[in-house]
């Protein structure tokens, strides 16, 4: 038999010393006996990594085939290669304290600056740390969390298809093929730190949390960390950890909500406001009695400008401002978007997969916790709303449950019983898909614990003082669930033998009693239910002293006047909650008109 030798025996035999060298000098610098050659390793890492990383060229094989020849850059990159698998050959060497240098090296090289080949060394040298020394896990976990997101500088992308902010607003993110090759390399990586030591992932779940990029940067560094924990949390190695993971996507939207400006982002520009915006001439140090006038009647300013001068200048640096804050607006909103279609289509792939009762945990505990406290979102508490199209009977009988306990606790804040309020009825009046079945429970729920306040007060001989909502705040809460829902779904309520019941009895007994709500609920919404009762024949539940004409001070409208499930504002990630289909809109037939809707948008 014909024995072959190697094809390049030089090239074997060169990789065989660069081993023998690479541990050699790894060696001695822990023995302390030399440092020279560790140094020299050391400059030769570093300088090949910086390169590697400077060369942009390599990002066009993706987009350029080979021509079967070596190209200028290749022979750096094959060099580094080595290097890091010679490295991984004597990753029993490596000292965290002895190669405090080297391990920032190896820190510093992103994955996402160079070519796959080199990520693929670069992360294989790591890992081998990690499966040789245990206690390297935190190390190597960090620097596969990093490379979940890529440079901010946007220089590892091909030049043909970089992100510019004024044209990509308002396209869907789309990963561009070398950033999904980095995601899909570094996660495998986590899988196998993962499988090698299952307890990791107490350590990496921390990471995951801390590691979820800036809400001021960029669309590219919220997507693809929201690509890589999300498909982290798909997988086998991430259930564990699913839930919490869910949850801190969640938090990392929100915040990316806190720093939108949606004044800005709903205004035009005629509706800028000149006052605010202060475009007047200053009256400060800068202007002088003594400065003259000229031949207009405007005074001249020292720097020769006069006051129309001045004035036009303000106003076009007022202009200037404006778009510049539209700009960021719209951006931020862009973002906000990626990441909300992002988020769906991963709670789509959850749902799917079987895991609702999981899903719903996580999302009512997030909106206990976080949304309702605070009525802070505008966007990410419609994750109910998804949930509830696909799951119509569970999801409501969850989000429900957690909003009535809201309302009717006498330990909840203030602010608590007002949110939980502002959020049923909402739910209750724009969901098309809750059953009438539950509408009507919930409905019954809140008319008997309102008939039983009312025997509570008139057995106590109450006097019922002034109306007003701080008096009876969970009455005049629970008040307005009922009208704002009746008003888009009295019909639906009325067809149903139940529904009917609840409003021929507990219903005229609330509106008729002696707490009035009708004259302290928000005048728009009294308005639609008189308006509805009349229509559709029921006019004699109200009271026959009301007079909405010209009614009573009226105390609840700045804290009731939210509503969250009014309109989603995110043009793409709407397509994810078919909102023409589950949504009920203003009209005549089933709820406030267009025109009084928009005087109550939240």
């Known amino acids: 038999m014909e024995i072959h030798a ?154 043909s298809s970089q992100e510019d902010v004024e044209t990509s607003v308002g396209e869907a993110w789309v990963p561009q093929p070398h950033g999904f090759r980095v995601l899909e390399l570094v996660l495998n990586k986590v899988h196998e730190i993962v499988e090698m030591d299952p307890s990791s992932l107490g350590i990496l779940l921390p990471m995951l949390n801390d590691q979820f990029p800036h809400p001021e940067q960029n669309r590219d560094a919220h997507c693809y960390y929201l690509c890589g924990v999300m498909q982290l949390a798909e997988s086998n190695a991430g259930k564990p950890i699913r839930a919490s993971i869910l949850a801190a996507i969640l938090e990392n939207i929100l915040h990316i909500e806190f720093h939108m400006n949606w004044q800005v982002f709903e205004m035009e520009e005629d509706e800028w406001d000149i006052e605010d915006a202060h475009m007047q001439v200053p009256d400060g140090p800068d202007r002088s009695e003594d400065e003259p006038i000229d031949e207009t009647g405007n005074r001249t300013f020292l720097d020769g400008r006069g006051t129309d001068e001045i004035n036009d200048t303000s106003k076009k640096d007022t202009r200037d401002t404006f778009h510049d804050q539209k700009r960021l607006a719209l951006a931020t909103a862009d973002k906000l978007d990626s990441a909300m279609e992002l988020l769906f289509a991963h709670l789509l792939r959850q749902l799917h997969a079987g895991h609702l009762e999981e899903l719903l945990q996580v999302i009512t505990q997030f909106m206990k916790h976080t949304v ?205 909650l078919q909102l023409e289909n589950t949504a009920l809109n203003g009209g005549e037939a089933s709820g406030l008109p267009i025109q009084a809707w928009a005087q109550v948008k939240g």
Not at 92 to 101: A, C, F
Not at 436 to 448: D, H, I, K, R
Request: charged share 20%; hydrophobic share 40%.
């Open 6 to 159: 190697p094809v390049d025996v030089d090239t074997w035999q060169a990789d065989r010393l660069l081993k023998k060298y690479v541990k050699r000098s790894l060696v001695l610098r822990i023995e302390g006996k030399q440092d020279e050659m560790y140094r020299q390793l050391l400059a030769r890492l570093v300088e090949l990594s910086q390169n590697v990383q400077a060369h942009r060229l390599w990002i066009h094989e993706m987009v350029e085939p080979s021509n079967g020849k070596e190209k200028p850059w290749e022979r750096e990159q094959q060099g580094l290669c080595k290097l890091l698998d010679a490295m991984a050959d004597a990753v029993e060497h490596v000292d965290e304290e002895k190669h405090v240098e080297l391990f920032h090296a190896l820190a510093r090289l992103s994955c996402w600056n160079v070519p796959t080949k080199v990520a693929q060394a670069h992360l294989n040298l790591i890992v081998e740390l990690a499966a040789c020394q245990a206690q390297q896990v935190p190390f190597v976990l960090q620097v596969l969390v990093r490379n979940f997101v890529p440079p901010l500088d946007g220089t590892w992308k091909d030049n």
């Open 372 to 576: 309702l406290p605070t009525r802070c979102s505008r966007i990410v508490h419609y994750v109910v709303f998804l949930l509830g199209c696909h799951s119509p009977a569970r999801t409501c009988e969850c989000f429900h449950n957690l909003l009535l306990k809201g309302m009717l606790s006498e330990d909840s804040p203030r602010e608590t019983h007002l949110s939980c309020a502002c959020y049923l009825a909402s739910y209750l009046a724009r969901a098309a898909f809750l059953p009438v079945l539950q509408l009507v429970g919930v409905l019954g729920s809140l008319c008997n614990w309102c008939v039983a306040y009312l025997d509570e007060l008139e057995k106590k001989g109450s006097n019922f003082p002034e109306l007003k909502m701080s008096n009876h705040l969970v009455f005049y809460s629970c008040c307005h669930c009922i009208l704002y829902s009746l008003c888009f779904k009295m019909k639906d309520v009325l067809n149903d033998r139940e529904g009917a019941k609840m409003v021929a009895v507990p219903v005229q007994r609330i509106l008729n009693s002696k707490l009035d709500p009708l004259q302290v609920c928000l005048q728009t919404v009294v308005d639609e239910f008189v308006s509805q009762a009349a229509r559709l024949g029921v006019s004699h539940l109200l009271p026959s002293t009301l007079d909405i004409q010209e009614p009573v001070q009226r105390h609840v409208e700045s804290a009731l006047n939210f509503f969250p499930y009014d309109h989603y504002v995110l043009g793409r990630s709407a397509a994810f």
